[in-house]
């Protein structure tokens, strides 16, 4: 079985429900993933937008996500430590946690949620940067999945 991540808020490939974005609730959906490699110690979860006008924007930054439940529940809070021992970083919004989609008035933008099966626990404190993770992930990513979705305003 291959490693993979989805997701009953929205398909892969269709828009994302505006409950998830800016123009509503603005929470995070609940994720699912099956399939994680032998070796699997945690999970990171980098959710972006590689079509934002000043270049990618990262949403969410979250990692040491326990391998066991194999998902994340809906409206995960903004803290930088969670009780399972996950920890979140700072999005582009400079916010702990998740930011949903925000685009510009005009054409939709892609939003790739991408997971990484992880070999360790990351030695990152919370409120760590993208370029922190993506350092810390070095020569430890197993496996990623990506599921992606659309919004525009």
């Known amino acids: 079985m291959s490693f993979a991540l989805n997701t009953s808020a929205f398909r892969n490939g269709g828009e994302i429900p505006s409950r998830y974005t800016c123009s509503g609730s603005d929470i995070s959906p609940a994720l699912k993933w099956s399939g994680s490699p032998k070796g699997t110690r945690s999970l990171a979860l980098i959710v972006d937008d590689p079509d934002a006008p000043m270049g990618t924007w990262t949403h969410w930054l979250i990692w040491n996500i326990p391998a066991q439940p194999p998902s994340l529940?809906?409206?995960?809070p903004a803290d930088g430590e969670l009780r399972n021992g996950a920890r979140q970083g700072r999005?582009?919004?400079n916010r702990l946690g998740y930011g949903g989609p925000c685009p510009p008035p005009g054409k939709a933008h892609r939003y790739f949620f991408r997971i990484c099966a992880v070999d360790t626990l990351l030695e990152l404190k919370p409120g760590?940067?993208?370029s922190d993770l993506e350092r810390a992930l070095k020569g430890h990513v197993v496996s990623?999945?990506?599921w992606m979705g659309t919004f525009r305003r």
């Open 144 to 146: 990623q999945a990506v």
């Open 91 to 93: 999005n582009d919004f």
């Open 73 to 76: 529940p809906g409206g995960v």
């Open 128 to 130: 760590g940067s993208r």
